[in-house]
T-cell receptor
Framework: DTGVSQDPRHKITKRGQNVTFRCDPI?????LYWYRQTLGQGPEFLTY????????KSRLLSDRFSAERPKGSFSTLEIQRTEQGDSAMYLC????????????????FGPGTRLTVT | TQLLEQSPQFLSIQEGENLTVYCNSS?????LQWYRQEPGEGPVLLVT?????EVKKLKRLTFQFGDARKDSSLHITAAQPGDTGLYLC?????????????FGAGTQVVVTP
């Protein structure tokens, strides 16, 4: 088990450019989450998938943000027309969820992608 | 506004001292997790508590979930420099979807030799 991986680890972009981040979850996990963390704050929920279905999106996720998980494995988060306020750490997490006896509450995080918009 | 309030925001202690971090909310949580985060890295899961009144121990760390499942505490005995980090509590609200976690703002702990 290699854990959750994210790519790239760091991204510097100019305002107005588009960026895309990738997350590879733990292989047997069916849920994948995206969070955003700014300095001095805890992570804030953005969206999550169960398999390939996007089940919930936060109000924080403006129209410039889109996330996909096309085959229920890796996920991408794209930000269009970046703004300086988008500068943050983007975190991906995964978990195994089942409504059966093995209901798993635990989310495991990747190392994050640090986005800086200049 | 964070749904989970952590206190204190910052804690600086000497090696060998004890410390307690608190996590409080007016909401009821179906589960609560504690994470530790190093600068530039993602949070690392330490423990999950799900039952009101539950106490879990992880070496020198003791975690407690309040009886009403609205609060939690983390106690570290004989702290070591390796305990330095940002401690985050996070919970899944009972009335919310089973997916998202609500995080506190974190407690920055610094243990000096």
């Amino acid at each position: 088990d290699t854990g959750v991986s994210q790519d790239p680890r760091h991204k510097i972009t100019k305002r107005g450019q588009n960026v895309t981040f990738r997350c590879d979850p733990i292989s047997e996990h069916n849920r994948l989450y995206w969070y955003r963390q700014t300095l001095g704050q805890g992570p804030e929920f953005l969206t999550y998938f169960q398999n390939e279905a996007q089940l919930e999106k936060s109000r924080l996720l403006s129209d410039r943000f889109s996330a996909e998980r096309p085959k229920g494995s890796f996920s991408t988060l794209e930000i269009q027309r970046t703004e300086q306020g988008d500068s943050a750490m983007y975190l991906c997490a995964s978990s195994f969820f089942s409504r059966g006896p093995r209901m798993d509450y635990e989310q495991y995080f990747g190392p994050g992608t640090r986005l800086t918009v200049t | 506004t964070q749904l989970l309030e952590q206190s204190p925001q910052f804690l600086s202690i000497q090696e060998g001292e004890n410390l307690t971090v608190y996590c409080n909310s007016s909401s009821v949580f179906s589960s609560l997790q504690w994470y530790r985060q190093e600068p530039g890295e993602g949070p690392v899961l330490l423990v999950t508590v799900v039952t009101g009144g539950e106490v879990k121990k992880l070496k020198r760390l003791t975690f407690q979930f309040g009886d009403a499942r609205k609060d939690s505490s983390l106690h570290i005995t004989a702290a070591q420099p390796g305990d330095t980090g940002l401690y985050l509590c996070a919970g899944a609200i009972t009335t919310d979807s089973w997916g998202k976690l609500q995080f506190g703002a974190g407690t920055q702990v610094v243990v000096t030799p």
